[in-house]
Nanobody, 124 residues
Framework: QVHLVESGGGSVQAGGSLRLSCAAS????????ITWFRQAPGLAREGVAV????????RYADSVKGRFTISQDNVTKTIDLQMNSLKPEDTAMYYC?????????????????WGQGTQVTVSS
């Protein structure tokens, strides 16, 4: 059973930065995709960034390219999302997901396991 726990959310002014972390357990030594999603009230869940834990691979949504960076911390064993130059439209609940079942890597339908989410609020 894969278990995902997000942390690091909070409130920040526009232009500021936050760093989110996703702790994943239950995968053993297998490598896999882990993706950060976000969902604002009334909107669909949006894939933000994906990383593969076994090879050098990352992909970003156009809306966050150049501002967000996804990385794997081998010391803390977390998948981190560094968010810079935050905008009010980045306000959302942020989730990490794993258990890719095929399909588009930034599609919510492609993942079987989800964390509980962490709230990010960006004020103007």
């Amino acid at each position: 059973q894969v278990h995902l726990v997000e942390s690091g959310g909070g409130s920040v002014q526009a232009g500021g930065s936050l760093r989110l972390s996703c702790a994943a357990s239950g995968y053993g030594t297998r490598s896999h995709y882990i993706t950060w999603f976000r969902q604002a009230p009334g909107l669909a869940r949006e894939g933000v960034a994906v990383i593969h834990t076994g090879v050098s691979f990352a992909r970003y949504a156009d809306s966050v390219k150049g501002r967000f960076t996804i990385s794997q911390d081998n010391v803390t064993k977390t998948i981190d999302l560094q968010m810079n130059s935050l905008k009010p439209e980045d306000t959302a609940m942020y989730y990490c997901a794993a258990g890719w079942n095929g399909g588009s890597l930034l599609s919510a339908n492609a993942y079987n396991s989800w964390g509980q989410g962490t709230q990010v609020t960006v004020s103007s």
